[in-house]
C-alpha cells in the first residue's frame, strides 16, 4: 500500500514503509501482520490505562450516540461543566478552564492570557523567561516559549525573543560548580533577569521536571524557589503540566507535590487517559478577574478553537479521573516507580550509558560516545533509527529523543509488563552498542 502520510519528526528517505497498527490492546499495538509491540511511550507519553479500556470505550459511544461536538461560543455543554468543576476542584487555587485541543495550543492560551492579563490591569508587561531546554509545543509561540535547539533552530528568526535562565542539569555541571552551588546560579541568574527588567510577563515552565529537553529532574525545593522569586518581583507563574501532571511524575497535580501555586497551568496529553485530543488551561481567580469589564472595554479573551471543550473528550477525561480514583493509581505508580529505580545500577553500568535520570513513571537514559566526556552520539549514527528498529526485535515499540533513550510508558502498566519493557529496553542499548 502507498501512503501519503507525512510522519512527525521523521527523515522520510531513511523510511521504505511504516508498521500499520490496527489495534491496540491493553499495553500492546498489533500491526496488520500479526505482530505484538509493547506500547513503550505511551503511545507519546499520553496513555493511561492501556489501549482499548472497556470503561473509557463505553464512555465514547454512550457520549458519542447523545452529544458529538458543540461549540462553547455562547453556548455550552453538561461535560464541559462537569469536567471544568472536577480540575477546579483538583488544582489548588485554580478558579476557570480554558479548553483546547493540544498541548502547544494550551500553551499559546497560557502565553496569550498572561500577555492580556496584563494588558487589561494597564501594565506594559510583553516579556517572557523560561528555562534552557525547556519545551512547550510545536506551535510558534509554544517554540519561543520553550526553544530546544534540536528540534527549532531552522525557525529561529520567526520566533519571538525570550529570556532564559540555565537549567538545573545535574549530568552537565559547568567546571567549579557543586550541584547544590549550581542550583542557587541558577535561581540568582533568574533575580538577575527580573531586576534588569521591569517588562517581564511571566516565568514560564515545566513543571516538576523537563522531558522533551532532555529528563532533567528538578531537585527539590527547585520550583517551589521560582515561585517565590515570581511573587516577589510581581511576575506571573505559568506551569506546563501537560505531560508532566495527571501520575506521571507520581503526582496526580505535579505543582501540588512542588509547594508552587501558578497563575496559568496547563494540562493536556493523560487528561482523557490518551483517547482523544483534549487540553485545558486554567487561571486563577487574579487572572480571571482582569478579563471582565463591559463589552466596550474590550477585555474579554481574544482566543478560541473550534473544538473548545468538546463533549465526547470531555465525557472521556471525567471517566478517566474517575477511573484514578477507582482504582488507586497514584499508589500503583509509585510501587512501578520503585521497580524501574531498582534497575538503575543496572543501566547505568552499560558502555554508552552516560547517565540515567527517573522519576515517576519517567525515565531517560543518556547515551554518549565517551563516558568521561560526556560526549552525545552522533547524528551521523543513525541512533534514533537504530534504536526503534532493534526495540521492535525485542517486541516493544521505543522511541528516542536524539541520543536519550525514553522510557515512557502506560501508567496502569503490571509489574511483570514493566519488566518486559524493561529488560527490552537494556537489551536493546546492549546490542545497539555492539553496532556503534
Known sequence: MHSFVWHPYT??????????????????????????????????????????????IKTIKKQAEKLQHSSLFNLTNDKAEDLAEKLVKLA??????????????????????????????????????????????????????????????????????VLRTPSPNR?????????????????????????????????????????AGGVIIYPNGFQKKISKICKRHNVLFILDEIATGFGRLGSMIEYKNQESIPDIVSFGKMLSGGYLPLAATLASKKIYDSFLGEYKDMKH?????????????????????????????????????????SRIKEISNMDLVGDVRHTGMLMGIELVSNKKTK??????????????????????????????????PPLAISEKELDFLLDGTITTIKNVSSQM
Open 171 to 211: 549530568y552537565r555541571i559547568p567546571k567549579g560548580y557543586s550541584f547544590e552551588d549550581y542550583q542557587e546560579f541558577c535561581l540568582e541568574r533568574i533575580e538577575q533577569v527580573f531586576s534588569k527588567n521591569d517588562n517581564i510577563a511571566a516565568f514560564v515552565m515545566e513543571s516538576g521536571a523537563q522531558i
Open 92 to 161: 489548588p487555587e485554580m478558579y476557570r478552564v480554558f479548553y483546547s485541543d493540544d498541548g502547544s495550543t494550551a500553551m499559546e492560551i497560557s502565553a496569550k492570557m498572561a500577555l492580556q492579563y496584563w494588558s487589561n490591569m494597564g501594565e506594559k508587561k510583553t516579556k517572557f523567561v523560561s528555562l534552557e531546554n525547556g519545551y512547550h509545543g510545536d506551535t510558534i509561540g509554544a517554540m519561543s516559549l520553550g526553544y530546544v535547539p534540536l528540534f527549532f533552530s531552522k525557525f529561529k528568526s520567526s520566533l519571538f525573543p
Open 11 to 56: 527523515q522520510m528517505k531513511d523510511w521504505k514503509k511504516f508498521d500499520i497498527i490496527t489495534e491496540g490492546r491493553g499495553m500492546w499495538l498489533h500491526d496488520t501482520h500479526g505482530n505484538a509491540l509493547m506500547d513503550g511511550v505511551a503511545s507519546m507519553w499520553c496513555n493511561v490505562w492501556g489501549h482499548s479500556n472497556k470503561e473509557l
Open 375 to 408: 560526549t552525545p552520539i552522533s547524528p551521523k549514527k543513525r541512533f534514533p533509527q537504530k534504536i526503534f528498529v532493534e526495540a521492535k526485535k525485542h517486541g516493544i515499540y521505543q522511541r528516542t529523543l536524539g541520543h536519550i533513550v525514553m522510557v515512557i
Open 301 to 341: 479573551f481574544f482566543h478560541g478553537h473550534t473544538f473548545t471543550g468538546n463533549p465526547l473528550a470531555c465525557a472521556t477525561a471525567l471517566t478517566n479521573i474517575s477511573l484514578y480514583e477507582k482504582y488507586n493509581l497514584i499508589s500503583k505508580i509509585k510501587k512501578r516507580a520503585s521497580q524501574m529505580e
